[in-house]
């Protein structure tokens, strides 16, 4: 230590209290510092072992790990626009062909697929109300 300089001293595990754990733990979880942030400040040798500290000690859910993928939500408003309007387009496509499938049946088949609106209640609707 010499010129007022300060060296951080490597610690071990057995040095860690449960309360240091658990005031670690809590801190993380606020928000106050990342994982490696707190490995930094405090001179946390180990890789994973506030990583197993947060698994063991902490109020998170680690059964199922967050998979981060390239995500929609960096799109601009004008590239999120442009595919909106592409989906649309091809929603409108497909309902255009649905339809026209549904009309050929109708006329080849004699089906009738489409459901009839009638303005009138059935009698059966009328009796429950």
Same mark, same amino acid.
């Given at each position: ?5 300060? +060296? =951080? ?8 209290? $449960?309360?240091? =754990? &658990?005031?670690?733990? *809590? ?6 510092? +990342?994982?490696?942030? #707190? ?7 180990? @890789? *994973? ?14 059964? %199922? ?8 939500? @960096?799109? +601009?408003? #004008?590239?999120?626009?442009?595919? &909106?309007? %592409?989906?649309? #387009? /091809? ?8 339809? $026209?499938?549904?009309?050929?049946? /109708? ?6 697929? @489409?459901?009839?609106? *009638?303005?009138?209640? *059935? ?7």
């Amino acid at each position: 230590m010499e010129n007022g300089e300060k +060296t =951080k001293e490597k610690r071990t595990q057995r040095d860690y209290t $449960m309360s240091f =754990k &658990l005031g670690l733990v *809590s801190r993380i979880e606020k928000g106050e510092f +990342t994982y490696k942030q #707190a490995q930094q400040h405090y001179g946390i040798q180990g @890789r *994973s072992t506030v990583l197993v500290w947060l698994r063991k000690y902490g109020n998170l859910d680690w059964s %199922k790990p967050i998979i981060h993928t390239m995500s929609q939500s @960096r799109e +601009t408003p #004008a590239e999120k626009i442009k595919r &909106l309007e %592409k989906e649309l #387009a /091809d929603e409108k496509l497909k309902t255009k062909v649905l339809n $026209m499938m549904i009309d050929i049946s /109708d006329k080849q088949y004699g089906t009738q697929i @489409r459901k009839k609106f *009638s303005p009138k209640q *059935s009698d059966n609707s009328r009796k429950k109300d």
